[in-house]
């Protein structure tokens, strides 16, 4: 490739995206002319980029060149323009660019619930880190909004507490953080306001000083109230010349019904493609990496099915109870707290056919599809239990119904644990065992991937030992110390022919220096972007809910009695029968985890 003479643009967008933007002798100008139609070249390049999936774009001889083969994708700018315009959304229209390349558009973040747990935890955090990245628009404005009682100073002051800087780059931090809260405001008012969201749209005009207005508001909310501030802010504080986007926090209802009210009614007020369903687990960074690792290395996909696959496990523990949240999960319960999002999400990604692109729709498509194919779980297939206090070594910890937000005869499931089956002929008969709980020995996240025992195995003829038992098993370990490591039997070196157990390992903070984004990071970026890939569209919500419905009920109406467990144990030992009958070991209990 063509090396260029000279870089007038580069930065490295986000993990894995880099784009850059080159002045090759004199072409300067001619690529601006290109930039003043109304296209931003960051945002178009990267979106160009992940939309297509190119490895890498860049301008060069004002054209815009991708590496994949430099010489048959460089074409003219207005053959480049069309092809990116009929690759990317609409949205990228909206962008405005002035003759010297800065942006006329602006984006305005409201943060609907700003006082509460998740905004100060995950939502301005993840903002801060997308500001330090360079992530963020260069003209952008956030704002608080809740019914507290603050002023600008003392909201900048509550988000100054909980935010911090990425390891690697402490230098600047103090100043970054300064320049962050800043860009911070408060409003205060009521959700169902049109008056107070008015008062707010007012504010917001100031900031974006005539520039291309682009709204995001992000429901930190309880949901009873999700519908009233959807209403007040499209109707009182929406857009009138960029986009308005709202991001949904789940529960997205408590079943079928509940949630398909509760689509109607935001459709009321905004379209299917403003509204942004939240599933923070499809922002983590192996979540995300379960696509790449299938469908961009020959090994995995060719094993990817009932042929070589007997079972897979998704397994969701924490080492703490429901401390502070116990009002909000009473009310829904394991099974719709993790299953019936996180890891079914995760199900539907790890299962789906190869999607034509990696646009949005073309995956989601292949996500509905799978979520469509599932068998009904029958109530037999599933174990729910809940924990009671147990003290170790003097220390005490809480049963589920000793907090004081939880009714003493609460039956809510505090863990559960699945067989699921997807009728279609990839998976006819797999095994997709889901385990979730709270309080138990260990925070862990994963995906175990067991496959088939080797037929007529030489080793176990030749050796005595029983090879069959030990299979191959991939474990996708998306937290804590992310890790992708594989199972293998080995010959112990020597001159005798003896056996072992060994992991061909690829843990994250050995391979890779850089610091894994916080999964809301991504989100948000993305739907800044407009890129809806990562959120959950309401055709997978409905076949989500019609999965999970009858089965709530029926454990529900029946008033099935949850099996007890210790607080800091491993979970109900139904669990293992459960698995047992389907003919499976849960991985994260053997000796060689
Ligand atoms: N916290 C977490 O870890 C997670 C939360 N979520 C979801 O995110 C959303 C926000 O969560 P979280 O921050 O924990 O919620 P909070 O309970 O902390 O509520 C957020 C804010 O909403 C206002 N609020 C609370 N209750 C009411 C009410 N009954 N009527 C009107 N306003 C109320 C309060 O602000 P004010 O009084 O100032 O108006 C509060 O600070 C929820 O939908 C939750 O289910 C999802 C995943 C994880
Ligand atoms: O959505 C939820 O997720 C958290 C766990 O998220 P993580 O990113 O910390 O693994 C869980 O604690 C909470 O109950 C649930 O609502």
């Known amino acids: 490739m063509a090396t260029l003479s000279s870089s007038v643009a580069s930065r490295s967008y986000r993990s894995g995206y880099s784009a850059s933007f080159s002045q090759v002798n004199g072409n300067r100008h001619q690529s601006l002319s290109f930039l003043s139609q109304g296209l931003n070249s960051h945002e178009l390049c990267v979106r160009f980029q992940r939309k297509s999936g190119q490895s890498s774009v860049f301008m060069q001889d004002g054209a815009v060149v991708t590496d994949s083969n430099p010489k048959e994708s460089k074409s003219s700018l207005k053959g480049v323009k069309d092809d990116v315009l009929s690759v990317l959304s609409q949205d990228v229209a909206k962008v405005g660019v002035e003759s010297d390349g800065h942006s006329q558009s602006t984006v305005s973040i409201t943060v609907v619930g700003a006082s509460g747990d ?49 390891i690697d780059k402490r230098a600047n931090c103090g100043e970054k953080m300064e320049e962050f809260l800043k860009r911070c405001f408060y409003h205060s008012g009521q959700y169902d306001s049109q008056e107070h969201f008015t008062a707010l749209d007012k504010k917001l005009k100031e900031h974006e000083a005539g520039r291309i207005s682009n ?103 924490e080492d703490f109870g429901t401390e502070g949240r116990g009002g909000y999960f009473d009310n829904y319960g394991i099974i719709r707290d993790i299953m019936q999002n996180h890891l079914l999400q995760i199900l539907a990604l790890f299962a789906m056919e190869t999607p034509v692109s990696l646009d949005a729709e073309d995956i989601r498509n292949e996500k509905v599809k799978v979520l469509r194919s599932m068998r009904p779980i029958k109530v037999e297939d599933v174990v729910i239990g809940q924990y009671k206090s147990h003290t170790n070594g003097g220390v005490t910890n809480p049963g589920y119904t000793d907090d004081k937000t939880v009714p003493k005869d609460s039956l809510t499931p505090t863990f559960a644990a699945a067989a699921l089956f997807i009728d279609n002929a990839r998976w006819d008969g797999v095994p997709f065992l889901m385990k979730a709980g709270k309080a138990l020995h260990t925070k862990r996240a994963e995906i175990r991937v067991q ?89 997978e919500l409905d076949a989500a809910w019609a999965l999970f419905t009858p089965l709530l009920k029926e454990i529900e109406e029946k008033k099935r009695i949850p099996e007890y467990y210790p607080y800091g144990s491993r979970g109900p030992v139904g669990a293992h029968y459960l698995a047992a009958k389907h003919k499976v070991q849960w991985g994260d209990v053997s000796l060689d985890q």
Request: proline fraction near 4%.
């Open 118 to 166: 998740l905004a100060k935890k995950k939502i301005f955090p993840a903002l801060f880190a997308l500001y330090y990245e360079g992530c963020l628009p260069e003209h952008f404005t956030i704002y608080g909004y809740s019914r507290s009682k603050m002023t600008d100073v003392e909201l900048r002051d509550m988000v100054s507490k909980t935010l911090t800087c990425r």
């Open 215 to 317: 709204r995001l508001f992000y429901l930190s909310i309880p949901p009873n109230i999700f519908v009233d501030a959807v209403k007040c802010a499209s109707s009182s504080a929406s857009s009138v010349n960029g986009w308005t986007r709202v991001i949904v926090e789940k529960p997205f209802g408590r079943d079928s019904e509940t949630s398909a009210a509760l689509t109607k009614s935001l459709k009321q007020y905004l379209d299917e493609d403003q509204i942004f369903r939240i599933d923070h687990y499809l922002g983590k960074e192996l979540v995300e990496n379960l696509s790449v690792l299938r469908f961009s290395n020959l090994i995995f996909e060719p094993l990817w099915s009932r042929q070589y696959i007997q079972n897979v496990q998704l397994i969701f523990s």
């Open 451 to 539: 496959f088939r025992h080797v037929p007529g195995n030489l080793y176990n003829r030749n050796t005595g030992s029983d090879f069959d038992k030990a299979t191959n098993e991939l474990v996708i370990r998306v937290q804590p110390d992310e890790a992708i490591y594989l199972k293998i039997n080995n010959k112990v070196p020597g001159l005798g022919m003896r056996l072992d157990r060994s992991n061909l390992n690829l843990l994250y903070s050995a391979r890779y220096s850089k610091e894994i984004p916080d999964a809301y990071e991504r989100l948000l970026l993305d739907a800044i972007e407009g890129e809806r890939r990562l959120f959950i569209r309401s055709d």
